[in-house]
């Protein structure tokens, strides 16, 4: 069965005022169906688009910070290191993004629930 998709980011209250006050001068302008021009239209989506990259980079920057000098760590031991303790955030916001962009890696592969499962820094992320 394949696991429905979730994507390596959350909206922030910030970027939801945003998209509101968007839709807000879209409909003063006469309705919903006023299309945004080009120029807006890149402009909320670069600026969206820099604020999931920024909480990104700096949770999957905390991840790999945590690692300190130790080579293999576990997910409750990273976790406590962050300082986290709520595990689905863990996985939502810092593992998975890591893992997706390729500078961490499993221990067991093929076996990602494995409860002896680490994590550990590739080569080039120290």
């Known amino acids: 069965m394949p696991t429905p998709y979730h994507p390596p980011f959350t909206l922030t209250p910030r970027q939801l005022t945003l998209m509101a006050e968007i839709c807000e001068r879209i409909g003063r302008r006469g309705g919903g169906d006023v299309p945004l021009s080009p120029q807006l239209s890149d402009q909320v989506s670069d600026q969206v688009s820099d604020q999931v990259s920024d909480q990104v980079s700096d949770q999957v920057k905390a991840l790999m910070k945590s690692f300190g000098s130790d080579a293999e760590l576990s997910s409750d031991e990273l ?20 893992l997706a962009a390729g500078v961490i890696q499993m221990t067991e592969p093929d076996s990602p629930r494995s409860p002896t499962q680490r994590y550990r820094l590739i080569d080039a992320a120290r």
Do not use: I, M, V
């Open 79 to 98: 976790l406590r290191r962050l300082g986290l303790r709520h595990k689905p955030t863990f996985r939502k916001n810092y593992l998975s993004p890591a």
